[in-house]
């Protein structure tokens, strides 16, 4: 399922903490573990191990399930386009899917959702590996998977942005934005650096972090740093 936390600031500076069963959601009527949520505004996004996508109304306790929509495969991730109209969900395999106008689309590995409704608005091929990550940088939807690949789809458009993907060799997870683009890679134990250019076209791989032996990223988090703080 997936648990709400009260993160209050307190006065001493320090957070409540605390889990609000009220706003939690749970998903056991659905057989599967979440995998990815994704907010915008009121919306919460949540793909599921079970194959599952649910729009929750998150404004209201207890939240209010909007949409759902079952596509079949594991949602390793979900992510809302910017302004909020699409939820794009990340699959583990190809599949097909039946489109808003009742055609077979596919097979395909990112569903593109309408906002709120869940209804498939269109499905992208993006490789032949299972997809694990994605994040979004300016009109960008950036996603890795497993094989080394890192896909780019310019979402103004729900087309590729480049003519394939940048090769990074490994097993790639977790991937951030900030300036660039920061690529976890699994196998090779490292983050890895794109350095982004005016398009995905011309991003090219600018360097790496080699993280401690034994180390296999999995997710991974970009936090500024703080004027003043070490």
Same mark, same amino acid.
């Given at each position: ?5 009260? !993160? ?10 605390? *889990?609000?069963?009220?706003?939690? !959601? ?26 599952? &996508?649910?729009?929750?109304? *998150? ?19 979900? *992510? ?37 409704? /869940? ?54 997870s977790g991937i951030v934005a900030s300036t660039n683009i920061f690529v976890g890679n ?7 650096? &794109? ?13 790496? *972090?080699? /993280? ?19």
């Amino acid at each position: 399922g997936v648990t709400a936390v009260d !993160i209050t600031l307190q006065p001493d500076g320090s957070r409540t903490n605390s *889990v609000l069963p009220a706003e939690s !959601i749970s998903l056991a009527a659905f057989g599967g573990n979440a995998f990815s949520v994704a907010s915008f505004g009121a919306f919460l996004a949540v793909g599921t191990q079970a194959g599952y &996508v649910f729009l929750f109304d *998150v404004s209201a306790a207890p939240p209010v399930l909007v949409a759902s929509r079952f596509v079949g495969q594991t949602v390793n991730h979900v *992510v809302f386009a910017p302004g909020g109209t699409k939820v794009y969900a990340m699959l583990e395999n190809r599949i097909d899917a039946l489109d808003e106008n009742g055609a077979v689309v596919g097979p395909g590995n990112v569903f593109v959702l309408r906002v709120s409704t /869940l209804a498939v608005k269109l499905v992208s091929d993006v490789g032949f590996f299972p997809l694990h990550s994605a994040t979004l940088l300016n009109q960008y939807l950036y996603i890795t998977n497993v094989g080394g690949e890192l896909w780019s789809i310019d979402t103004t458009m729900d087309t590729f942005a480049s003519l394939g993907p940048l090769i990074v060799p490994g097993s790639l997870s977790g991937i951030v934005a900030s300036t660039n683009i920061f690529v976890g890679n699994q196998s090779a134990g490292e983050i890895q650096i &794109v350095r982004t250019g005016r398009t995905p076209s011309s991003d090219n791989i600018d360097g790496k *972090v080699s /993280l401690p032996s034994g180390s296999a990223p999995f997710g991974i988090a970009a936090i500024p740093r703080i004027k003043g703080k070490p």
